[in-house]
T-cell receptor, first 113, second 115 residues
Framework: GDSVTQMEGPVTLSEEAFLTINCTYT??????LFWYVQYPGEGLQLLLK?????DKGSNKGFEATYRKETTSFHLEKGSVQVSDSAVYFC????????????FGKGTTLSVSS | GAGVSQSPSNKVTEKGKDVELRCDPI?????LYWYRQSLGQGLEFLIY????????KSGLPSDRFSAERTGGSVSTLTIQRTQQEDSAVYLC?????????????FGPGTRLTVL
């Protein structure tokens, strides 16, 4: 079945460092891909998404490009801030009606000043 | 506008008791999902409702779990005879439609602790 694999955490960075969180997927067809973020004590929030190959999702300085050839959707940010400390989840959803999101295990990011 | 809301935010119960968790989706959203977030299993799909269609119950872990959605809006997830392994955060999400590109918006969750 469909699945998502993302890098194990925690990831610890200094402020202004470059961030990459790797995400690869296995799916039949052409799913939509998502990054969700969960800040401490809060619910899941959509960070960005891409619905077809070569699409780039971006938001709040974060970017991820849908790479069909490598089945990847890596999350990047050029300069992280302390406020980016959170758990990041990569997810996919098959492009058919009523399918649930399939999530990776989550990666905890901790940014220090 | 208002997002997805869930109640209660926290629930502590004793093993063997029944619990009900409530979800109010975003107004106008026809699709509603329940997920469970636990340390050991990560985020798992439980059940999906679309309009007045029969729900997709394929993710429910046992027959102790059930859910209903009244009037195509509010949903209640019921867990009967709770067990300690039911302890988790229960998340509700809604989306505008059932399509694969419709973004799911999540509520804050209900943290269930079974003693």
């Amino acid at each position: 079945g469909d699945s998502v694999t993302q890098m194990e955490g925690p990831v610890t960075l200094s402020e202004e460092a470059f961030l990459t969180i790797n995400c690869t997927y296995t799916a039949t067809g052409y799913p939509s891909l998502f990054w969700y973020v969960q800040y401490p004590g809060e619910g899941l929030q959509l960070l960005l998404k891409a619905t077809k190959a070569d699409d780039k999702g971006s938001n709040k300085g974060f970017e991820a490009t849908y790479r069909k050839e490598t089945t990847s959707f890596h999350l990047e940010k050029g300069s992280v801030q302390v406020s980016d400390s959170a758990v990041y989840f990569c997810a996919l959803q098959a492009n058919q009606a009523g399918t649930a999101l399939i999530f990776g295990k989550g990666t905890t990011l901790s940014v220090s000043s | 506008g208002a997002g997805v809301s869930q109640s209660p935010s926290n629930k502590v119960t004793e093993k063997g008791k029944d619990v009900e968790l409530r979800c109010d989706p975003i107004s106008g959203h026809t699709a509603l999902y329940w997920y469970r977030q636990s340390l050991g299993q990560g985020l798992e799909f439980l059940i999906y409702f679309q309009g007045n269609s029969a729900p997709d119950k394929s993710g429910l872990p046992s027959d102790r779990f059930s859910a209903e959605r009244t009037g195509g809006s509010v949903s209640t997830l019921t867990i009967q005879r709770t067990q300690q392994e039911d302890s988790a955060v229960y998340l509700c999400a809604s989306s505008l439609g059932p399509g694969g590109t419709d973004t799911q918006y999540f509520g804050p969750g209900t943290r269930l602790t079974v003693l």
